[in-house]
């Protein structure tokens, strides 16, 4: 290994999450800031965390349910229709 050209290694780095969570680990950077760590990640906690920030999920779901909505009034309407037709033929 050269001297002189690789930063400094430091072993005890400390790592800080945006949910309030810190430890301790070796890097060349003496303090690192994330979003997500185990303690707050949803492969490991098993929940499930939505980072929305421009409402997409919310844009998507109310555009669902209308979807929904026409969906079920479109069989309402064949319901009737088959109904009504099976009345004039008895």
């Not at 999450?17 to 979003?35: D, L, P, Q, V």
Request: glycine share 6%; proline share 2%.
């Amino acid at each position: 290994m050269k001297k002189s050209i690789h930063p400094k290694y430091n072993k005890e780095a400390k790592v800080t999450c945006a949910c309030g969570n810190s430890f301790i680990t070796g890097s060349t950077e003496n303090e690192i800031k994330t979003e997500l760590c185990s303690a707050c990640h949803p492969f490991y906690t098993g929940k499930q965390k939505l980072v929305d920030t421009a409402n997409r999920v919310g844009k998507f779901q109310a555009k669902l349910g209308k979807k929904d909505e026409k969906r079920v009034g479109k069989t309402a309407k064949r319901a009737a229709k088959s109904q009504k037709q099976s009345e004039k033929n008895k």
